[in-house]
Every structure is written in C-alpha cells, then in structure tokens.
C-alpha cells in the first residue's frame, strides 16, 4: 500500500492504493453472512423467552437484534464481527473510522436497502461495479469498506 490512512485524510484513490481495495466485495459478502448468522444465533436463543411466539415475527426480531448489533459494533470499531473476521472496515469521506451518528446513519441505510428488495439489488449492483464497492447508503454517506490497514 503506496499511502498510509494517516497521511490521506481522505479515502483511499481505488487506482493507486488498489490494494485497499482488493477482494472487498466478497469479504462483505462473507462477513454479511457471519454476521447475519450471529443475529440468528442470538434470535433462536431468545425464542424460548417469547413463548415461542418469535418463530411468527422472526424477521422483525431479526431486525430488531440485528439493528443495534450493526449500530453498536461499527460504533464501536468501524467494522460488525464479520468485518473484522474478514479484515476490512468502514471509513467516512474523510478517511476515518464511524462515529456513533455515522454508524446509526449507515445501519438505517443498510435496514431500509434489506427491507426494500430493488434498492438491495441496487445496493449489491453497487458493490459489484463501483470502484471503491461502495454500497447505496455509502454513496449516499460518503463511506466506503476497505481492507483494514496494517
């Protein structure tokens, strides 16, 4: 990698620090998958606690785990589980790690994208063709994944 984050105050240019770049949409894909199987873990755990009743609304209790698990952790580190099992993380338009706003602002971007079918296949479309793999909420926050600098 030709820059270090600390000198950049900005993200990362896709063509000369490519290996920011390099491999990311399929670590998100991998560490959606570790992470949407950890808030399913946690749901089946907590279906005894409902009655059972759970296995009739799992999906809004899917959400309803999964929306501060993603807020709190991408707060926290910039990255969900899966992020940092895969090795990448999210940075604003800046270069930085989330802030708390940030992070909420991007967790009910990627909420309202997974409940809405067309704007996730956009979303997906995005990180597959855009240069930097930019889903829709990081175009529209300006935030970005990358491989996590060493």
Known sequence: MTTTLSRLHALPDPVADAPFYAGVPTKRLLAWVVDVTLVAIVCILMLPFTAFTGVFYFPFLMMCVGFPYRWATIAGRSATWGMRLMGIELRDHDGQRLSGTTAFLHTAGYTVSLITAPL???????????????????????????????
């Open 120 to 150: 996730q296949i956009l979303s997906v479309v995005l990180m597959a063709v855009a240069p930097r793999g930019q889903g829709l909420s990081d175009y529209v926050l300006g935030t970005t994944a990358i491989n996590r600098p060493a």
